[in-house]
Nanobody
Framework: QVQLVESGGGLVQAGGSLRLSCAVS????????IGWFRQTPGKERAFVAA????????RYADHVRGRFAIFRDNVKNTVYLQMNSLRPEDTAVYYC???????????????????WGQGIPVTVSS
């Protein structure tokens, strides 16, 4: 049974930093795509970042590029999202996600992912 459990969210002032963790069990992260999305009330889940193993690249949404970084620890089977220079508009529930196979069709599409964490709220105050 594949499980993804996020942690590390909370309340932070604008300009601050948070590091989210996503611990994966039931499947190894090795050679698999994995992504982070976020969602605010009344809106669909929006792509934040992903690592694609076919080319080893990290991909980012335009609005977080240069501020956020996605990276993994294969030993701990955990993926992280380091968030710096946080803005009030970054306030959302953040989810990590994994495809059913090794790779996603389109890494920035939520429909490419089969397994999701429960979500972790992040609130950035102005």
């Amino acid at each position: 049974q594949v499980q993804l459990v996020e942690s590390g969210g909370g309340l932070v002032q604008a300009g601050g930093s948070l590091r989210l963790s996503c611990a994966v069990s039931g499947r190894t992260l090795t050679n698999r795509d994995i992504g982070w999305f976020r969602q605010t009330p009344g809106k669909e889940r929006a792509f934040v970042a992903a690592i694609t193993w076919s080319d080893g690249n990290a991909r980012y949404a335009d609005h977080v590029r240069g501020r956020f970084a996605i990276f993994r620890d294969n030993v701990k089977n955990t993926v992280y999202l380091q968030m710096n220079s946080l803005r009030p508009e970054d306030t959302a529930v953040y989810y990590c996600a994994m495809p059913s196979g090794f790779q996603t069709d389109v890494p920035n599409f939520a429909s490419s992912y089969a397994y999701w964490g429960q979500g972790i709220p992040v609130t950035v105050s102005s």
